[in-house]
């Protein structure tokens, strides 16, 4: 709840010093013709005067602070506040109907494998990749009103770990709203899902980072990672990470640690669920090559000057890559460590800076497809270019071996 702050009220007074008249000081006798009545009626007149005064002044201390309050209402909030205990009810009783436990037939038998939500009026379902990949015989998604439905696969994607299911339902609850605004660290998150089979469980927390990457079974990572510090087990995958609104900041992942949790960003949502769901299948740009991060001891090591940006140490065969850019190709032993040599190092793709592997996966997934042309600024040595490259799709996760 935030804390309001009442304006400080209290009282303060000018001490004005007295002035010196000394050195034109009269002796100043009082007349005696005055009477006494004369005296009585200028008290009476005087005193008038100041009850007057006083009326007039607090009238008008009364009307500019009513005015200050009319004129002024941003700077006091008036509107009543709900405490994080009623936001988080009412966060999970809008929420819930719209959240669905997935289970899955295996050899095994049939358990509760994650988390879902409802993301459009078609009633598709969004979860992880990892929560329906396998060998499942059948999906069955659990609603909150405790009835099931037989579900099909339509998309999945193992590279950012986001999947779509269509159960068997005609009718359907209605879908959790995505959020236009990336999330601020800070912010306070609820997530919902099935812990170890406890349907429908709360958690809570803070944003407490972005951009963050999390490994995938391939040798890619998921980028453009939300980091919560919310409990999150198995069975929270797939969940949705809501705000204080119940909207959508993230799709549940990971856990890697006491009170360190990842979801899949909004930004990731927009950028594959779409394609997902029209295609069937997912595709990722691809230049073409294997890089590392570009650091002071890499640089030193390669016997170059340190440039922020990407080090390309292959190159990939059947990609345009190979045509434009020049790789390192080897190693190096360098204070008796193994290192890899670096060829061409990229500082920017479109005028955007990258830094490293992560923040590249990040612009091309959400800016680009494969087919489209991207301008590349390059370093090498002394030498800045720009060259001109078409980016291919990914290959096959088993013909892996290099970085976006």
């Known amino acids: 709840m935030d804390k309001i702050i009442s304006p400080d009220n209290s009282d303060s007074s000018d001490s004005s010093d007295s002035s010196d008249f000394s050195e034109n000081k009269q002796d100043i006798q009082p007349s005696h013709e005055k009477s006494s009545i004369d005296i009585s009626i200028t008290q009476i007149a005087v005193s008038l005067a100041v009850i007057i005064s006083l009326i007039t002044f607090c009238t008008v201390i009364y009307m500019s602070a009513g005015g200050l309050i009319d004129t002024q209402p941003t700077q006091l909030d008036i509107t009543p506040n709900h405490s994080s205990e009623s936001s988080a009810e009412s966060v999970y009783s809008a929420s819930k109907p719209s959240v669905v436990t997935i289970y899955t037939?295996?050899?095994?038998?049939?358990?509760s494998q994650g988390t879902g939500f409802v993301y459009n009026n078609n009633g598709y379902i969004i979860t992880n990749h990892h929560v329906i990949s396998g060998n499942v015989q059948q999906l069955y998604v659990k609603y909150e009103d405790n009835t099931w439905a037989n579900a099909e696969i339509v998309g999945t994607d193992i590279y950012v770990d986001l999947a779509v299911i269509?159960?068997?339902r005609p009718e359907t609850p209605a879908p959790l709203p995505i959020a236009v605004d990336s999330p601020n660290v800070g912010e306070s998150i609820y997530v919902i899902g099935s812990p170890h089979g406890l349907e429908y469980t709360l958690t809570s927390g803070v944003i407490s980072g972005l951009n963050r990457t999390s490994?995938?079974?391939t040798q890619f990572v998921v980028p453009d990672m939300v980091q919560i510090e919310a409990s999150l087990?198995?069975?929270?995958?797939?969940?949705?990470?809501?705000?204080?609104?119940?909207e959508v900041v993230g799709v549940a992942r990971a856990r890697e640690g006491e009170n360190i949790g990842f979801a899949v960003s909004t930004d990731m949502i927009r950028a594959v669920v779409p394609n997902l769901i029209a295609e069937k299948q997912a595709s990722h740009p691809?230049?073409?090559?294997?890089?590392?991060?570009?650091?002071p001891y890499i640089?030193?090591?390669?016997?170059?000057n340190y440039t922020p940006g990407i080090g390309i140490t292959h190159v990939v065969n059947e990609t345009n890559a190979i045509e434009v850019l020049t790789p390192g190709n080897g190693q190096i032993t360098y204070n008796n460590q193994q290192m890899l040599l670096v060829g061409d190092i990229i500082t920017h793709v479109d005028g955007i800076q990258i830094t490293n592997n992560e923040r590249l996966a990040t612009v091309l997934i959400q800016n680009h497809s494969p087919g489209?042309?991207?301008?590349?600024?390059?370093v090498s040595g002394d030498?800045?270019?720009?060259v001109e490259i078409e980016l291919t799709d990914r290959p096959n996760v088993n013909n892996l071996g290099v970085k976006p």
């Open 105 to 111: 037939q295996t050899n095994a038998g049939l358990r």
């Open 233 to 246: 087990n198995n069975g929270n995958s797939g969940g949705p990470v809501l705000n204080k609104n119940g």
């Open 299 to 304: 640089a030193k090591a390669n016997n170059i």
């Open 372 to 378: 489209d042309t991207v301008e590349l600024t390059i």
């Open 286 to 295: 691809f230049i073409g090559i294997n890089s590392i991060e570009m650091t």
């Open 383 to 386: 030498t800045t270019r720009t």
């Open 166 to 168: 269509d159960p068997d």
């Open 215 to 217: 490994p995938t079974s």
